[in-house]
T-cell receptor, first 111, second 117 residues
Framework: SQQGEEDPQALSIQEGENATMNCSYK?????LQWYRQNSGRGLVHLIL?????REKHSGRLRVTLDTSKKSSSLLITASRAADTASYFC???????????FGTGTSLTVIP | DADVTQTPRNRITKTGKRIMLECSQT?????MYWYRQDPGLGLRLIYY???????NKGEISDGYSVSRQAQAKFSLSLESAIPNQTALYFC????????????????FGDGTRLSIL
C-alpha cells in the first residue's frame, strides 16, 4: 500500500492550545494536501503545499513539508471547539494519477 | 445545492444483493473517484475515471464495478454484496490546473453509509 500515515491517531487538547499533527508518506510527490472531515460528512480540502514549497499558511493553519524525510505537519493555532474533526493528508505522486490518503488524526478540542 | 451529491445516504441490505451507489457533480470536473472508508484505514481508492470513456481500477477494485454515464455522473455497483463491504463510501471529483496539469484538490460528497447483513 502507498498510503501515508498520520501521527498521532488521536489528539485531545484544550481550547486555545495549538494542535500539531504529522503525516509521513512513501513516494515522490507533486503536492501534498490536508483535508478535514467532520463526523458523518465528506472530506473538505484545507490547504495544498507543492513539492517545491517548505511552508504555507492559511489563517490559523500552518503546513510544513520536508521532502527529504517524506513528511509534513499541520499546525492549528489557537484551537476552537469547532476544530474538532478528523484530519487527513493526501499525496499526489509525481507519477500516476491517484491520490493516496493517510489514516487520519482525530482531533478533539475541549471547550 | 451540494457540488457533489451521493445517493442514497444510507443503505442496509442483505448478502448477495446487487447495489448501486450514485454520484453526480455540478463542478464541471472531468475526474471522478470512488473511495471506501473503514475505521483506522483511512480512504482507499476503488475506481477512478478521467472522462466518460475512461475507467481505471484503484487499490481495492475486486467485488466492485463502475459506470461513467456522463461527465457529471459516476456510479458504483456491488454485484453481489458481502458483509466485509460494509463501509462508508465517498465520491470525489477534481480538475487539473492549467497549464501545468497538476491535480487540484478533490471535492467530496457526504458519503453513503452501506451496511450489508
Amino acid at each position: 500500500s502507498q498510503q501515508g500515515e498520520e501521527d498521532p491517531q488521536a489528539l485531545s487538547i484544550q481550547e486555545g492550545e495549538n494542535a500539531t499533527m504529522n503525516c509521513s508518506y512513501k513516494t515522490s510527490i507533486n503536492n501534498l494536501q490536508w483535508y478535514r472531515q467532520n463526523s458523518g460528512r465528506g472530506l473538505v480540502h484545507l490547504i495544498l503545499i507543492r513539492s517545491n514549497e517548505r511552508e504555507k499558511h492559511s489563517g490559523r493553519l500552518r503546513v510544513t513539508l520536508d521532502t527529504s524525510k517524506k513528511s509534513s505537519s499541520l499546525l492549528i493555532t489557537a484551537s476552537r471547539a469547532a476544530d474538532t474533526a478528523s484530519y487527513f493528508c493526501a499525496t499526489a505522486p509525481n507519477t500516476g494519477n491517484q491520490f493516496y490518503f493517510g489514516t487520519g488524526t482525530s482531533l478533539t478540542v475541549i471547550p | 445545492d451540494a457540488d457533489v451529491t451521493q445517493t442514497p445516504r444510507n443503505r442496509i441490505t442483505k448478502t448477495g444483493k446487487r447495489i448501486m451507489l450514485e454520484c453526480s457533480q455540478t463542478k464541471g470536473h472531468d475526474r471522478m473517484y470512488w473511495y471506501r472508508q473503514d475505521p483506522g484505514l483511512g480512504l482507499r481508492l476503488i475506481y477512478y475515471s478521467f472522462d466518460v470513456k475512461d475507467i481505471n481500477k484503484g487499490e481495492i477494485s475486486d467485488g466492485y464495478s463502475v459506470s461513467r454515464q456522463a461527465q457529471a455522473k459516476f456510479s458504483l455497483s456491488l454485484e453481489s454484496a458481502i458483509p466485509n463491504q460494509t463501509a462508508l463510501y465517498f465520491c470525489a471529483t477534481n480538475g487539473l490546473t492549467r497549464p501545468l496539469r497538476s491535480n487540484q484538490p478533490q471535492h467530496f460528497g457526504d458519503g453513503t453509509r452501506l451496511s450489508i447483513l
